[in-house]
């Protein structure tokens, strides 16, 4: 028997004082913790290169979860899905951060010649396959890049955002029209500028490494950190009164096979590079590998084997734990962490030239807890600005009513 449909009006959808002024607290707490941060910094030579791989870390963490919920914006736009909607409008906040983003990557832009060894002076004379990638990697051609991919990110979470927030006040159907028909062309530039961004920022911190499928890797985590940071957010708001009736177990449920479907996915990417690289055994490739099974890192791939893939399998194959929310609260958070981990683990065994070491630092926590504070901040400005729920969209009530398979 269909479930009757919720009356929205009924729903609380409009962040009240006390969440207002807690993501005012998170805010500035974020802000206090990065100048912690830049204190950490000082002193050392080997401190100022740690703490900007710890920022770098921190800022793909923030940055994936973004690109991870545009992805979701545009796919809901793409197959014109119903499900999805009572949680767009969160989805749209998060990928809103992106037009924060090339604000925090300017602490990356100053740091540069200290994250990638081709940007150091000098490096492309001592090191002649450096020089022949210099017409690409260079810091000239990587800042027009990063202005390119920033700019079309930032835009297209910006349009996506507008033009839902103008829905609310119109309810013109065509509003729906025009973000179904531009979603397939920017999916299609979100895949390249993906793609770009992963050789760019992660890639080439081993200029001598190289990978065809570190796009797709990328990828895979942003969509499952997402999921799983969507699950961890409606969990809370629901939990704070939000939501309620609006979203029942049968969206609970989806989401859940989401964050199932793509920590499959990211195993599936995950072994295949591992596979095609050890198979081939070209020194140029394996050595990124040998890295990250020696010296202390050994112990964070295995923790990555199991805790990234195969304790959330095993957590969420039950088909009563992705229609709590109480219960998928902690496997999606769990998910989260491993997800920091993974860009953790791509990010900090090229530190230091080759050096960094296994064990967290302060300064990776300040960095961690200090943009995240800034990050939620920002996504409860978008929100506090309008409803949580697009309160107009044509296909509202089928997603109130929404019964999961």
């Not at 050789?199 to 065809?212: F, K, Q, R």
């Not at 996915?265 to 040998?290: C, D, G, K, R, V």
């Not at 030239?353 to 300064?363: I, N, S």
């Not at 990050?375 to 019964?403: M, N, Q, T």
């Amino acid at each position: 028997m269909r479930a009757p449909i919720v009356d929205i009006r009924t729903v609380r959808t409009r962040f009240d004082r006390p969440v207002t002024a807690l993501l005012m607290a998170a805010g500035a707490a974020g802000v206090v913790l990065l100048l912690v941060s830049l204190l950490l910094s000082l002193g050392s030579d080997e401190a100022r290169n740690r703490a900007a791989s710890a920022y770098l870390t921190s800022f793909l963490f923030y940055l994936t979860l973004s690109l991870g919920a545009l992805f979701f914006v545009l796919l809901h736009h793409l197959v014109r899905a119903d499900w999805s909607v009572v949680v767009r409008r969160i989805a749209e906040a998060i990928a809103a951060n992106l037009i924060l983003v090339p604000l925090l990557a300017i602490p990356v832009v100053l740091s540069m010649a200290r994250l990638y060894d081709w940007a150091a002076p000098g490096a492309v004379e001592r090191d002649h396959l450096l020089a022949a990638k210099a017409a690409y990697l260079n810091p000239g051609f990587f800042l027009v890049r990063m202005v390119v991919y920033l700019g079309a990110w930032a835009w297209m979470a910006f349009w996506y955002l507008r033009r839902s927030a103008e829905q609310d006040e119109t309810g013109d159907l065509e509003v729906t029209g025009r973000m179904e028909r531009w979603s397939a062309p920017a999916m299609v530039v979100l895949a390249i500028t993906m793609f770009v961004a992963s050789i760019d920022l992660v890639m080439s911190l081993d200029p001598h490494w190289y990978s065809t499928m570190i796009g797709v890797y990328l990828f895979a985590g942003s969509a499952v950190g997402f999921f799983a940071f969507l699950a961890v957010v409606t969990g809370l708001l629901i939990r704070f009164g939000y939501l309620r009736r609006a979203m029942t177990a049968e969206h609970f449920h989806d989401i859940g096979k989401l964050v199932f479907a793509f920590t499959v996915f990211w195993a599936y990417i995950a072994f295949s590079q591992y596979m095609l690289i050890w198979y081939a055994n070209i020194p140029e490739e394996t050595e990124w590998y040998h890295r990250r099974q020696t010296a202390g890192w050994g112990a964070m791939s295995l923790l990555l084997l199991f805790g990234h893939f195969i304790v959330p399998f095993l957590a969420l194959l039950p088909r009563f734990v992705k229609r709590n929310p109480r219960l998928l609260f902690a496997p999606a958070l769990w998910v989260l962490a491993m997800h920091w981990i993974d860009i953790y683990w791509l990010v900090m065994p090229e530190a230091q030239g080759g050096q960094g070491t296994a064990a967290p630092r302060l300064v990776d926590i300040t960095c961690l807890l200090g943009l995240g504070g800034i990050y939620v901040a920002a996504a409860g400005h978008w929100l506090r600005a309008r409803a949580i729920v697009p309160v107009k969209d044509p296909r509202l009530e089928e997603s109130l009513a929404f019964e999961s398979v």
